[in-house]
Every structure is written in C-alpha cells, then in structure tokens.
C-alpha cells in the first residue's frame, strides 16, 4: 500500500484571518517504508498527518486543494462516514504523550476490542483473544492482567506499547507516528523506535513518522523529507540526507545540533525564528533567515527539484557549489 | 581552581502519607549525593525523568532544603542558615526552568517583571532601567522592547528575557533546568550561544541540568550521570564520553538517539568495577554500601561495598 | 482486595467523621449562654421545677458526665426525648423521614432526568437549538426562587387545573409538584456542570485517539466521553442530594407537608434543644453518609481514585 499526498494546500481561517499551514505538500510513502517528516513547531507536520485521517474539523479548516491517494482511494473525496471506515481500519495513529491520548477510564482491552468489534465485526470473545495476539506483538506479554488494566496503572513506556497496541489491532496498511517518543525517556524511546521497526518489518506497513528531533529521525527512518513553513523543502534518502544535505535549511539544523564532537566549537545558529503560518514571506519562506539568500530568494519560490536520483530540494542554488 | 558549590551526603526524602508510622514509608528523591562543582565552569547532571535531577536542584537553592546533609558555598555552609542570612546567597544563585511560558507573569511587562528584582535588592532607583537596558541588551533583546508583554515575544525570546531576570541579580551560580527542551530545534542554538557568550562576559558558573547527553557532553566541562536519586558516575566530560563505566551510564549512552548510539555508545562495552565493589547490591546488611569510587583519577563510578 | 480495603477506609472515615460531627453539637449547644432549663421553663418555674427539667435534660451533671452519656446513646442512636411531645427524637425523625426521603429521591431523580440529558446534547450539539434551550433553562432555573416556583405549580396545577392535589401526603401525587419545585433548580445547576464537563472531556486528547480510530461519534460521545464527563457531576448531584435529605424547609411549608424541614422548624420555634440537638446530627451523618456513597460511586467511574 503507498500513500501519496499531491499538493496538498490547506489554510485554517478565522475571521477574516488566514494561516496558511500547508502550501503544496507532496509527499509519497511506499509500502513497508519509514519516511520521516521533520520539522519545528508550527511548521505543518501535524496538520499533514491530522489531514491524511480526515480529523481536522472544517471548519476552521479549509483545504484548499490537493489529494490524499492510499493506492487508488481518494482520501480526500470520500464520504465523512467512509473516512471513519477507514480510519482505524487501514490508516491508524499513534500520538506524542500515551497518558493523554488514553482513555482514563476504560480497561486497556476495552480500547484494543471496540474497534475489532465495530471494524471487523469480531465477537467480544475473540476480539479478546486478538487483543492478547497483538499485545503479545508489542511487546506487552501477561497479556490478561494489561488487558484488565486501566492506563494509569501503567508505566509510560508500557502505555506507548498499549497505544500501538490500539492502532495496529486491525492489521492497518499504513501507519502514522506523531512523535511517538517525544514524551519518553531515551532508554523507553530506543525501545519504542524498534517495536515501530520491528512492526514495519512484520506486518509491512508503511509509516509516516514525525518528529521534530533529527536524530531520533536518522535512527529510525529510511527516507526522510524536511518540512518548512507549510512546505516541503528537502527530500531524500536517510543516508544521502546526513551525508549531502542540499537545503540551505536541513544542512544548518544538522550543524546546530550539539554533541560532544562539537565540543568547543561554536554552534552554528539560524537566525530568527519560524515564520507563523500567516505571515509567510514572499518567495523562498526560509530567505529571511538563510545566509545564502539573494534578491531572486526574496521574489520567486524555488520550486521542488530532483538534484540526484531519489535527492530532491527546493532552492535556487542548489547543485551551484554556493551553499557550504 | 576554587570550589563554588560543595555538596556533601544530601539527602531528600519524602514521607508517604498514612496514619500508622509503618505507613509513612520515606522515599530518598535524592539519595546520599556528594560532589563540587568549581568556579566559571559548567557542570552537567544527567538523567531521565524522576531521576532526582530537578529534586536536587531545589534543594542546591534550598527551595526545598534538603533532609540530611550539607551544601556549601565558597566554604560556607548554607544548610541550617536562617532565612534572613540566606538571603544574601539566594541572590548569588539563581535558577532558569525549562518552561519559560510559566515563568513570567502574562500581566506584567518585561520592564516591570525585571524591576520587581532590582527594587528587591534595592538597586539604586535611578539606574534601574539603564541596569534594564544593559541586560536585555547582554541577551539579545531589543531594550526599546522592554515595555512589551511576554505574549508578545517568542518562545526562545522568553527564554532570554528569564535569563536576564535571572542575571539582574548578579549571581555567580545559575542552576539551568533543562533550559532549552521546550525550544525549537534552531532555537535551542541560539540560547546555548548565549548561554556560552555570557559564560565569556561575565564570571558565571553553570549547573546544567538536562536529559539531553548530546547537549551535556558538548557543554559540559564535567558530567554527573543520577539514577534513582544517586549520583552513579561522575567525571570530566572526556573521560566520561570516551570511557562510561558504569552499566546505567552505558545504558543511557546507548540508547541515546543519533549519533551517539552509533559512534560513542555501542563501542562502549561492559566494564569491571574497582576491586572489591560492585555495581549492584550484592547482599543485603542494612547498611548502605553505595558509594563513590575512584575509577581513574577524578573519574568517580558508584558502586556498593563487596 | 484493594477495592475493598478502599471502601473500609472510606467507611472509617464516616464513621469519624461523624464523631468529630456529634462532639461539636455537643459542644456549641452548651457553649450557648443560658440554661435551657430555665429557657424551657419559664420565668415563673420554682427551683426546683427548674432541678427537675435539669434531671430531665440531664443538664444536672458536669459537661464531661453528659458528654460520655451523649456519646454512649449516640451509638444507640437514642438522641434523648423531646421537651414538647414527649416522644423519643429518634421515634419523631423516622416518622418523618420517609416523607422528605421520598421528596428528596424524586425531586433529584426529575432533576438528573433533565439535566444529564440536556446537558449532554448541549456539549455535543454547541450551539444547536438544544445547547440554547439548555441555557435559557439554567439561567432560569437559577433564578427562580424555588418556593415561588412551588406556589406557581400549586396554582396552576392544583387550583387552575387540579390535575395534583392541593395539600396533604401520602401518594406520590402529592409530591410530584413538590418535587419539581425542588428538582428545577437542581437540575440548572447539575446541567451547568454536566454541560461544561462534557465540552472539556470532548476536547481531551483521548477523543482523538477514538476518531482515529474510526469509531463512531454516538460511540466516542456516549462510550467514551459521557463516563469520565459524569465523574464530576456525580459528587455535585451527591451534594445536592444530601442538602435535600436535610429537609427541604421552605418547599414543604409551601406545600404543607410534615417533612423533617418542617418538624426541625417547629423545633427551633419551641425551643426543643433535644430535638434540634438530634436534628443537626442526624443530618451531619445523612450527609456524611451520602457522600460516603457518592464517594463508592465515583470510585467505580474513576479508576485512578481506588488506588490513591
């Protein structure tokens, strides 16, 4: 199953006031892939991600224009009643902080069941027995006592499990991670990244990881496509992303992070902050903090361009040698 | 090099609640932690979430005096000091959190959150806005912003103006708490920029709190791994990057993401404690064995008493 | 296990809760100047008519004597025998309770009727005709005044159109009118809160992992919602319950029904201490007690206070 996003444009609109949050994302994850989407605050990652499940409300939101393929469905133009069908069902989600994103009420193998029930018309029995299946595949073995549990009788680490649990009860094609480890502890987040791993390889979903730290990104992915102010700006393979990074953006992110290599050295900064999504600049959105940019930054938007094969950004001086 | 802060065997429990004694069972948040930090450097604690970092740091600026043990400043002992004769070292240490949305007052100008500090230590009334100035200008704030209100400035940018707050007092100590988590990614530069330009400016020592080993061992002159409330390696950053000893130490080394789990953390094996120690507690006597240990040099590892 | 050992703390709890309770009364009846025998009387009583009310009140010994003997019938629930009627207390109090129980249950059952539902569909449809109607319903049920409510529903409903009857107990007819009465403001209040729980539980991030899951919104905002929106509701109904348990003072003298409001009224009228004495503490332990209940309840709808 592949999930393709076409020019995806979506604006959230408040009065008379217009943030601009998505400005043409095209975006293709193939079957079995990790393709990362990173990105800072306010730069489009979740309204992407809350876009392909069909959950941002309308309004505020306005989708401008663009389609969402999973395979040959058009995500976009199906019935509100279809969409529900399909999420959960072939498109489910996993999200940032596990104890919030749980029920505090009801028993962990009440929120795994209901949607075998209600998707797959299972019986409360076996649903029961799938349940264990599946917690057994995410790592949450003993699996009568978490399914009798409630979350807060759960560690965090075991939540996140259980949140995966959820999602992937009904064998879903394509799977989307919204900083699934961002509100755990290194030691917990190692261990999700390689359920999430482990899972892609044994039931070959697609997965739409997004994060805002690049190393958690470098660990887990296999491509990987930088995200600016609503707009794709790099995309590329993990390996040539680290190594050859094109964009002006992307290649000053990866300097800025610290480690003990840069150890009394100074980091390399970018300047300003992110644009709000309704005050983008005119032209390349990142030209105002770019140490490369010209007058053509400030005009003409740098469209997506192929550099080497699987290696594409969008920059006007991309592959002149004027980046460094 | 002179020690600036000394902490010798603290301890802070918590009690549980309950009405029989036997209830009250007494939890140890830190747990018998011992180490000095020297003047103008930085020293980083690392550890995860509930590992007693935060505990140990209220209890540094005795927010939260600690149960047992002492700490000292430039040789004096703060622990048992009333409150009025504390107050002169409060200043001297001052602290940054990580949320810098919560820490200023959304009702008050930046101009007005500053003076309040300022007019507390009964800075002269005719310099205070030009000490203002001054500060936000040593930050990276625009002064003429100064009558802005928090709302009004970006998160990174807040960050910088608690930082200023924090300076107004001229202390010699700041305690930063994870001053950079709640930032963006291209932010988070910016401010431990700053935090290292200021570092050059003004004489400062640094105790910098984080979970972040990347960001410790690229800042950090030394480095003190806690778990569980116990300070489990303690070293100077080379020492420990280039040789983690023990096994938690190792552990968070490899599971960190990014780079370090490829280069630097899976080279790192297993490694013996000193002889006659272990790394877990081998047999119960009552008594705590934990200590820490000379490895090589200033190079401390925790262990028990064989 | 833990459950249980929950529900015998708690238990532990009510039961000194209502000691503590009883030890007060105690106390601020006799920290009151003046002797009620004397109050009880009269100015032209000899001395020792005055000894004899004494003996009777059991006033005659030290405060320490009469604070044993008070707690020694307490945990009889023997709280002495009024000065006017000459009946146990306890005798008066059951004889009247049934009634004010029964107002009590139907006036909050008609009051949870409207308000959990309308509140609900006020959450879930915000700004649809219901949420409105919902509105203008507790605005309203604030401020009318409940006896005033009571006299309207009397004129309308029993002299206008004598569907109920006018006055007198004893069939569920004669408290239905009562029962709104007392119901209508409830309900605003519990609607409000029910209303306002909802809206903050639909905007948790829990209902977004339920969307994503593709469930159906009767299933998000029946199933998963409404149990954790009613956790709250569930202590400020108890509350509202126990208040009504105490005696509703005012709507049973607009209806004249012989209630436990009425019978404490006419206590403090007459100066019955022993009455008034038995009065304050059985409604200290009605209360107690109900939330005790409540206290069982929330503790089946919330998981996460059984063990803390």
Excluded at chain 1, 21 to 27: C, D, P
Excluded at chain 1, 121 to 147: C, F, N, P, Q, Y
Excluded at chain 2, 19 to 48: H, W
Aim: net charge positive.
């Amino acid at each position: 199953m592949e999930l393709t996003i076409k020019d995806l444009d979506v604006s959230f609109i408040q009065g008379d006031r217009e943030a601009h949050a998505l400005r043409g994302i095209n975006l293709t994850v193939g079957k079995g892939e990790i393709h990362s989407l990173v990105g800072e605050s306010g730069s489009g990652k979740t309204v992407t991600s809350t876009c392909i499940m069909g959950l941002l409300p309308s309004p505020p939101v306005r989708i401008n224009k663009g389609e969402i393929f999973l395979d040959d469905i058009n995500l976009l133009s199906l019935s509100e009643e279809d969409q529900r069908k399909i999420r959960g069902m072939k498109i489910a989600m996993v999200f940032q902080e596990p104890a919030k994103y749980l029920n505090p009420t009801l028993k962990i193998g009440v929120q795994i069941t209901e949607s075998l029930i209600l998707h797959l018309g299972m019986s409360k029995t076996a649903a029961e027995e799938k349940a264990l299946d599946i917690l057994t595949t995410v790592g949450l073995g003993g699996g009568k006592r978490i399914l009798h549990s409630y979350p807060h009788e759960l560690s965090g680490g075991m939540k996140q499990r259980a949140m995966i649990a959820i999602a992937i009860s009904c064998n879903p094609l394509f799977l989307i991670a919204d900083e699934p480890t961002t509100a755990l502890d290194v030691t917990l987040q190692e261990q999700i990244l390689e359920l999430i791993m482990d899972l892609r390889n044994k039931l070959s979903m697609g997965t739409l990881f997004i994060s805002h730290d690049l190393r958690v990104v470098h660990d887990i992915s296999d491509r990987i496509s930088v995200i600016y102010a609503g707009k794709i700006v790099e995309n590329s393979s993990k390996t040539e992303l680290f190594a050859h990074p094109m964009h002006p953006y992307s290649r000053l992110l990866l300097k800025s992070i610290p480690d003990a290599e840069k150890r009394g050295t100074r980091l390399v900064t970018i300047p300003g902050k992110v644009p709000d999504a309704e005050n983008i600049p005119p032209g390349c959105a990142f030209h105002p903090r770019c140490p490369f940019a010209e007058d053509i930054c400030k005009i003409e938007e740098p469209e997506m361009k192929e550099y080497q094969e699987g290696h594409s950004a969008a920059c006007h001086f991309c592959g002149t040698g004027k980046i460094q | 090099m002179r020690d600036i802060l000394e902490l010798r065997n603290v301890t802070k429990s918590f009690a549980g609640h309950g009405i029989l004694p036997s209830k009250r069972t007494v939890y140890k948040a830190v747990n018998n932690v011992s180490f000095t930090i020297q003047k103008d450097t930085i020293f980083g604690l690392v550890g995860e979430s509930g590992c007693g970092k935060t505990t140990l740091a209220r209890s540094i600026l005795l927010l939260d005096p600690p149960t047992e043990g002492e700490i000292l400043y430039n040789n004096i002992p703060l622990t048992g000091l009333s409150r009025k004769k504390l107050l002169p070292y409060r200043m001297k240490m001052q602290i940054v959190f990580q949320d810098p949305h919560s820490a200023l007052n959304p009702k008050m100008s930046i101009y007005k959150s500053m003076r309040e500090g300022l007019v507390n230590r009964h800075y002269p009334k005719a310099r205070i806005k030009e000490r203002i100035e001054e500060l936000l200008e040593l930050v990276g704030i625009t002064p003429s912003h100064m009558h802005r209100f928090p709302h009004e400035f970006s998160g990174g940018q807040k960050q910088r103006i608690v930082i200023a707050r924090a300076l107004s007092m001229e202390p010699e100590l700041l305690v930063l708490d994870e001053p950079v988590s709640n930032l963006d990614v291209s932010i988070q530069a910016q401010i431990i920029n700053l935090l290292l330009d200021l570092k050059g400016k003004i004489s400062l020592t640094y105790l910098f709190i984080s979970h972040d080993l990347n960001l410790v061992s690229y800042l950090c002159d030394r480095i003190g791994v806690m778990s569980r409330g116990r300070v489990v390696e303690l070293a100077d950053t080379e020492d420990i990057m280039s040789n983690p000893v023990h096994p938690y130490t190792l552990k968070l080394f490899s599971s960190s993401p990014g780079k370090m789990g490829t280069d630097t953390g899976r080279k790192g094996h297993p490694v013996n404690p000193p002889e006659g120690y272990s790394f877990s507690e081998t047999r119960n006597t009552g008594k705590d064995t934990f200590s820490l240990v000379s490895f090589k040099n200033s190079h401390m590892v925790g262990c028990y008493e064989k | 296990m833990k459950l249980f050992l929950f529900i015998l703390k708690r238990f532990f709890r009510l039961v000194l809760t209502i000691l503590i309770i009883s030890t007060i009364i105690f106390f601020v009846i006799r920290v009151i100047p003046g002797d009620p025998a004397l109050v009880v009387a009269g100015i032209d009583a000899s001395n020792a008519e005055i000894q004899a009310i004494r003996v009777k009140l059991g006033t005659d010994v030290p405060v320490a004597v009469q604070y044993v003997r008070w707690m020694k019938k307490l945990v009889r629930f023997d709280f002495g025998t009024s000065l006017i009627s000459n009946q146990p207390v306890m005798t008066l109090i059951k004889q009247r309770f049934p009634l004010t129980f029964s107002l009590a249950l139907l006036g909050i059952f008609l009051g949870i009727l409207i308000a959990i539902p309308l509140g609900v569909l006020s959450a879930v449809h915000r700004w649809s005709l219901w949420d409105y109607f919902g509105m203008v319903y507790s605005q309203l049920g604030m401020a009318i005044p409940s006896f005033w409510l009571g006299i309207i529903l009397l004129l309308l409903f029993s002299v206008k159109f004598p569907i109920f009857p006018l006055f007198g107990s004893g069939s569920i007819k004669n408290l239905f009118l009562p029962a709104i009465a007392l119901g209508f403001a409830r309900a605003a209040v519990i609607l409000r809160l029910t209303r306002a729980s909802m809206v903050d539980e639909l905007s948790k991030e829990y209902i977004i992992t339920a969307r994503a899951k593709g469930l159906t919104e009767k299933m998000i905002h029946y199933k998963h919602a409404l149990k954790n929106a009613l956790i709250p509701v569930v202590t400020v109904t108890g509350i509202q319950f126990g208040y009504m348990l105490g005696g509703a003072i005012i709507i049973e003298q607009v209806f004249s029904l012989p209630g436990l409001g009425r019978l404490f009224l006419f206590a403090i009228y007459q100066r019955d201490f022993p009455l008034i004495q038995g009065g304050v503490v059985f409604i200290a332990v009605i209360f107690s007690f109900t939330n005790f209940l409540v206290d069982m309840f929330y503790s089946f709808l919330n998981p996460k206070i059984r063990i803390s």
